[in-house]
């Protein structure tokens, strides 16, 4: 029976060893390379890379034989490397496309595929779908070179992406202020890819970072799932008051997204990240251009649109839709509810390590801790709360759905329902601003429910009706 793969809200992703395999890796890449040949890049570089997890660099060699098999030339890290630093390679070295053997946040049972553009960008929903019509039915149907062959050659180019990327951040900030600052930095990069990278590009001065996780361990201790939100970054707050540290930086797996912690060990949702980066490009950096968000990220975007007269887009959720509305637009700062933000001078891709270094800049230009720059942000936009709900999918999907469109509520946790958007899930538009996202994940079989409103004493009463609305009880 033959296998079917499918990209989701970034890539493909399987459980390792069973449909996680070398010969669905093979496969997925002739898809790929038919896809690059239509596109008109037969011959060109493309880039492969890969993450911490388990034989994650046999899967990327994996990939490049068959790119080479495919008459394509490949540049493939020699050791992992995160998503954003791959990204820019493909910039960097004028390649036609990427590879990112990658399952980013997913549990340690997982990998991934992720693939990039010639901006360093994800592929719209056009692309995957060619790529996936071009994924042969058997392994026997794929073209490759061995490794030590395409090596010997010349076709295959093991290479170190660090350098250019570290000289490129330079010329988006000064990382010299952040070292003379004298902060006390906890680094939490969960095990993957970030690990290293903090100490790299601010360490050597007054300011200093300690580092947690840093090692390779695919088995993700000390957390479910490499994902930067509770309970996964509990350990890293925890350590916050042992090293005396000023702010938190969590990288997922791949360390294309980032978390914050505060100065007292409390966690800073993605959503007033999100914003509090924003407000810094505005207002700190004097910077001007158009906001790109998904439907399921903050609302104090949209406010700060108004406040500094820049038009805010709103996309579906995941970076193949981020990604090609920055580029229309030219994007100040694109990102989403997961934590990823991407920004203008880099490439079209979420980017944590740079968000890290943003952010780090923020607290070093006002001198102030990171509580202190929320009662800032909140001055301009007043106080809003944030929470989600994951929960493993049951049941009839279509079911599921039919009973989400003909709830119908006219309020929600007291709060009128002033409207429904169907642009990605359904989001229930609420009487303060707010709002009530019911979506499916496109990544996992599972059921989000997310919400955000002025209200904090809402937050719950609010996810326990949308968990009713979609039939589904929360297990916690």
């Not at 880039?47 to 899967?59: I, L, P, Q, T, Y």
């Not at 009128?416 to 707010?434: A, N, P, Q, R, S």
């Not at 979506?439 to 904090?456: A, K, N």
Request: hydrophobic share 40%; with cysteine.
């Amino acid at each position: 029976m033959v296998q079917e793969i499918k990209f989701g809200t970034d890539g493909w992703r399987g459980h390792v060893a069973e449909d996680y395999t070398f010969a669905n890796v093979r496969r997925c890449t002739q898809g790929f390379a038919a896809y690059l040949i239509q596109e008109g890049y037969q011959g060109s570089w493309v880039v492969v890379g890969h993450d911490r997890r388990f034989r994650a660099e046999d899967f990327a060699a994996a990939a490049a034989e068959v790119l080479a098999g495919n008459g394509f030339k490949v540049y493939l890290t020699d050791g992992p490397t995160p998503t954003p630093v791959i990204a820019y390679a493909v910039v960097d070295k004028q390649a036609a496309a990427a590879v990112n053997i990658t399952a980013s946040h997913n549990p340690y049972t997982d990998n991934g595929y992720k693939v990039r553009d010639e901006h360093g960008g994800a592929i719209d929903p056009d692309g995957l779908k060619q790529i996936e019509g071009g994924i042969p039915d058997s392994e026997d149907q794929t073209k490759r070179i061995p490794l030590q062959e395409a090596l010997d050659s010349g076709q295959i180019q093991y290479f170190d992406a660090a350098p250019a990327y570290i000289e490129h951040i330079k010329t988006l900030i000064d990382l010299q202020p952040i070292k003379d600052a004298g902060l006390r930095v906890l680094v939490d990069p969960m095990w993957g890819n970030g690990a290293g990278w903090f100490p790299r590009l601010i360490g050597g001065g007054k300011t200093e970072v300690f580092e947690i996780h840093k090692d390779r361990n695919p088995n993700f201790p000390e957390m479910t799932r490499p994902e930067p939100i509770p309970p996964n970054v509990d350990v890293g707050l925890r350590a916050v008051s042992k090293y005396k540290a000023d702010v938190l930086i969590i990288n997922d797996g791949d360390a294309d997204r980032v978390g914050i912690g505060d100065e007292n060990g409390k966690f800073v949702d993605q959503l007033r990240v999100y914003a509090l980066l924003a407000y810094y490009l505005l207002e700190i950096r004097g910077m001007r251009g158009p906001i790109v968000k998904t439907l399921s990220t903050t609302t104090m975007l949209d406010m700060l649109g108004e406040i500094y007269d820049v038009p805010v887009y709103n996309t579906g959720v995941g970076f193949k839709y981020v990604a090609p509305k920055m580029l229309e637009v030219d994007a100040l700062i694109g990102g989403e509810e997961s934590g990823g933000y991407a920004f203008r001078g880099n490439v079209p891709e979420r980017d944590g390590i740079l968000a890290g270094l943003y952010f780090l800049d923020f607290m070093v230009k006002l001198g102030k801790k990171p509580s202190q720059l929320l009662e800032i942000l909140f001055e301009k936009v007043g106080a809003h709360y944030y929470d989600r709900i994951d929960t493993p999918f049951k049941g009839d999907r279509a079911e599921k759905i039919h009973r989400i469109i003909s709830a119908n509520p006219e309020t929600i946790a007291g709060l009128k329902v002033t409207d429904l958007i169907t642009l990605d899930g359904y989001k229930f538009v609420l009487e303060d601003g707010g709002w009530l996202l019911i979506r499916f994940s496109g990544t996992e079989p599972i059921i989000r429910v997310y919400c955000e409103t002025t209200y904090g004493d809402r937050v719950q009463e609010i996810l326990k009706e949308g968990l009713e609305i979609a039939g589904i009880e929360n297990e916690d």
